[in-house]
Nanobody, 115 residues
């Protein structure tokens, strides 16, 4: 079983930055894709960014140029650097890890951007 734990959320003013971290742990697992999703109140969960084990990345149009996803394979950790935050980025951010035969989600971390 793979466990996923996010950290780094918080309250920030518009225009500010935050860095989220997500660590995956477990026994004998390999990672295919690590992703960040977010869900704002009253809205559906949406993909923010993803990175494959080979380093390919994908971003939602709404965060391109502002957010950067990166990973440290040795630590089974993925990061989301969020710059130029605006109130529309306020949401619970979830980390998802997908590999052979599993997908695991974290509990989420709240990001609140004040105007």
């Amino acid at each position: 079983q793979v466990q996923v734990v996010e950290s780094g959320g918080g309250l920030v003013q518009a225009g500010g930055s935050l860095r989220l971290s997500c660590a995956a742990s477990g026994r004998r697992f390999s990672i295919g894709v690590m992703s960040w999703y977010r869900q704002a109140p009253g809205k559906q969960r949406e993909l923010v960014a993803a990175i494959t084990s080979g380093g390919a990345t994908n971003y939602a149009d709404s965060v391109k140029g502002r957010f950067t996803i990166s990973s440290d394979s040795a630590k089974n950790t993925v990061y989301l650097q969020m710059n130029s935050l605006n109130p529309e980025d306020t949401a619970v951010y979830y980390c998802a890890v997908v590999g052979p035969g599993y997908d695991a989600w974290g509990q989420g971390t709240q990001v609140t951007v004040s105007s």
